[in-house]
């Protein structure tokens, strides 16, 4: 009775680690490409807010010199965030012709480690911008037009 126990539980781990299988490259390859996508109309809300805050930087909105710093490095850092995206399309390539499968694999998830950098900068620094655009109340709402005057 015993070893039946023991055979089964031997059967079902076997069962359970043949399931165990890594995502093929076209799946990770897609998870990429839908990251991309996304980040792609987060790049317009970066840009956005790095246009209202050339808007605040330039107006008499900020009182003193160390604000001012701090939204000319915040305007900095949403163009790194951008030119950082434009780097990883750039250098992104979906060509395997004579590459094997785990080639394949390993470029893709090279990729996603990439692609999610890109992303979390993105998350912080749109996260910190909205931040300083609601102290010099700048409206997400409306144009620039509207926010000037």
Known sequence: MKQR???AIGVITCLFNACKT?????A?????LNIHDKLMMDGEKVIKNKMKLDSVLKSDKIHSSSDSVKVADLIVRLNK??????????FFK??????T????LDYYKSEMIKIRAV???YIKVTKVSDSVLKIYKVSFGKSMEHNKH
């Open 101 to 104: 499968k785990q080639e394949e």
């Open 22 to 26: 890594e995502p093929d490259a076209q």
């Open 5 to 7: 126990i023991i055979m």
């Open 119 to 121: 992303e979390d900068e």
């Open 28 to 32: 990770v390859r897609k998870e990429v």
């Open 81 to 90: 965030a951008d030119e950082n995206m434009m780097d990883w399309m750039h």
């Open 94 to 99: 979906d060509d395997f012709k004579g590459r």
